[in-house]
T-cell receptor
């Protein structure tokens, strides 16, 4: 129930294309869904986050789509660039009590020039 | 100025040894964490401290002992190192924003290799 399933494990996209990474969760008490981006040799950093009261959130070329009934959310990277090549983690948590952020298994994205 | 800094960046040691990793944050955050990232990139929380108090303690062998001398520091001591302890250990910090919703700021990681 605490798991967040992420797919695909790896993804190769051409420059200018759309990268799509999907995540699914089971715990309906989750109400906070961030995405973290990790470059090689660095720690993860928050990219964008969404709460379940909206179905979509956009920040520049990055969009989270959220489907509460399906318990799924996804990250779309429009006009993907080589500089977007990194590992992306979805995550989920609850906003009450002492809760941990549960991370997905990660997706290695490579954007080819 | 580095926000979350951890030292050392690399540790190479023999099985059975004891090692420590130090972490400091200058962001004024009240919550700090240790995460373990294995060779497959899985990120797993180990411990979390809020205002120097342990609030999350995942199923981690008791060979791992965190210590938070103050809100800005969280150290990790590992006794009797095993091959399976080889991983990258990340320190992180956040403001307490309710549950697990505070933005996490990660250090650059400490790569531990046990031979």
């Amino acid at each position: 129930q605490q798991q967040v399933k992420q797919s695909p494990q790896s993804l190769i996209v051409q420059k200018g294309g759309i990268s799509i990474i999907n995540c699914a969760y089971e715990n309906t008490a989750f109400d906070y869904f961030p995405w973290y981006q990790q470059f090689p040799g660095k720690g993860p950093a928050l990219l964008i986050a969404i709460r379940p009261d909206v179905s979509e959130k956009k920040e520049g070329r990055f969009t989270i789509s959220f489907n509460k009934s399906a318990k799924q959310f996804s990250l779309h990277i429009m006009d993907s660039q080589p500089g977007d090549s990194a590992t992306y983690f979805c995550a989920a948590s609850m906003s009450t009590g002492f809760q941990k952020l549960v991370f997905g298994t990660g997706t290695r994205l490579l954007v080819s020039p | 100025d580095t926000a979350v800094s951890q030292t050392p960046k690399y540790l190479v040691t023999q099985m059975g040894n004891d090692k420590s990793i130090k972490c400091e944050q200058n962001l004024g955050h009240d919550t700090m964490y240790w995460y373990k990232q294995d060779s497959k990139k899985f990120l797993k929380i180990m411990f979390s401290y809020n205002n120097k108090e342990l609030i999350i303690n995942e199923t981690v062998p008791n060979r791992f002992s965190p210590k938070s001398p103050d809100k800005a520091h969280l150290n990790l001591h590992i006794n009797s190192l095993e091959l399976g302890d080889s991983a990258v250990y990340f320190c992180a910090s956040s403001h307490w924003a309710g549950g697990g919703t505070g933005e996490l700021f990660f250090g650059e990681g400490s790569r531990l290799t046990v031979l």
